[in-house]
């Protein structure tokens, strides 16, 4: 070939060849940058921030379900373990949603932890975030879960305890028509369809009380109370059981102390700590109701000589239908709801009440109130 010839040709080759390098060169550039955005683990702007500030469980998880990013309550509530979601249901979940590309929202049940038989419940949502990762949210339902149960416990109770009066009202009716002709069956069927009819009455009273006390606006319109008028009206209330029970009430400690709440809640509250202490007392025997003060608290107390309460029992006390003795509680006509109504109208109030007990030598019921603060308008008005 002529040598003329040869110069141009390998230009053109040469430039064939450097072209072709380029294009190569620019693809495996463009590959390594898709290969990097895949590799990356960055969550898009803002996730972060957003997840932080989420008070419910959130986390994002890459294509391969490590956990990039977890809010707080996600780790609290045991959902994730070393980037990793603990529970294989909701992997299964994630794995769907990746699959579909559709959100889905499920109410899941889920063991709380390896031990013992704990459980969540949540309402759990998962969804596509961006083109990679996977959002879950997961709301705590597990409280609400628990009060449902306490609801259907409380009615199952009651259906329990209102079935006893009214069947033996029903078969007492029954009894007095059949002894029609004997007045001595007739007066003794009678009184036995009082005291059956009383005690539904007081269950009767004491739901609605109860009812009444776990409403929101229980206690909307406080006022100054005066302890004294509190302690002499539940004094009062009981004297006449306890003196046919020779129970002596005996009063002590401070005077003209105040709270600020409902006159009409705490004497219910007091009421029923005496009732319970003269029921549950010996007779000859007596029952002491105390006021005192300590830095900014006063407490209420009442002690009795009674038969005294095990301690496997104490916790339970304040259990709505919880009767520490059933044999007692039938002869009383006691519904076992005057401690649980006790403990609400105390914690309406701000307070707690405790209880200090040893077999054979009686309790102690102390229930802790606030110190009164005078409100901001009895104030403005000292001043004018």
């Known amino acids: ?86 529970h294989p249901r909701l992997v299964e979940i994630v794995d769907r949603v990746r699959r579909s590309g559709d959100a889905v929202t499920e109410e899941l049940e889920l063991s709380r932890g390896p031990l013992g038989d704990a459980a969540l419940h949540l309402s759990v949502r998962v969804a ?81 009380e109860l009812s009444r006390l776990q409403a929101q606006d229980a206690l909307s319109h406080p006022d100054m109370v005066e302890l004294d008028h509190v302690i002499s009206a539940a004094i009062d209330q009981n004297r006449v059981l306890a003196d046919a029970q020779q129970v002596m009430l005996v009063r002590g400690g401070a005077r003209g102390v105040r709270v600020w709440g409902d006159d009409v809640m705490l004497i219910t509250a007091v009421h029923n700590l005496i009732l319970n202490a003269v029921q549950y007392s010996p007779s000859p025997s007596r029952v002491g109701i105390g006021v005192s003060e300590a830095d900014d608290v ?39 709801l005057g401690l649980s109504i006790v403990k609400h109208v105390v914690q309406n109030h701000g307070g707690d009440v405790r209880v200090w007990s040893q077999p054979g030598r009686g309790s102690t019921f102390t229930i802790r109130l606030p110190r009164v603060l005078e409100p901001a308008s009895a104030l403005s008005k000292a001043r004018t």
Do not use: C
């Open 1 to 86: 070939m002529d040598s003329a010839l040869l110069v141009p040709l390998a230009l053109a080759l040469g430039a064939l060849i450097g072209g072709a390098v380029v294009v190569a060169i620019i693809a495996a550039a463009r590959r390594g940058r898709v290969a990097a955005e895949v590799a990356s683990t960055t969550v898009p702007d803002g996730v972060d921030q957003v997840i932080e500030a989420l008070e419910s469980a959130g986390i994002v998880l890459d294509p391969s379900n490590n956990v990039i990013k977890a809010s707080p309550r996600a780790v609290t509530l045991g959902l994730v373990w070393h980037r990793t979601l603990v």
């Open 128 to 208: 596509r975030l961006g083109t990679r990762f996977v959002l879950l949210l997961a709301e705590d339902r597990t409280e609400s879960y628990r009060l449902d149960a306490v609801r259907r416990d409380f009615v199952a109770n009651i259906s329990h305890e209102l079935k006893t009066p009214i069947g033996a009202i029903g078969l007492l009716g029954e009894a007095l028509g059949h002894a029609a002709d004997d007045p001595v069956q007739v007066r003794r069927f009678a009184g036995q369809l009082t005291k059956e009819s009383s005690r539904l009455a007081s269950l009767t009273q004491e739901i609605i």
């Open 298 to 336: 006063i407490e209420i107390a009442v002690t009795d000589q009674g038969i005294g309460i095990e301690e496997d029992e104490l916790n339970r006390v304040f259990e709505r239908f919880f009767r520490i003795d059933q044999a007692r509680s039938r002869t009383t006509g006691g519904t076992g």
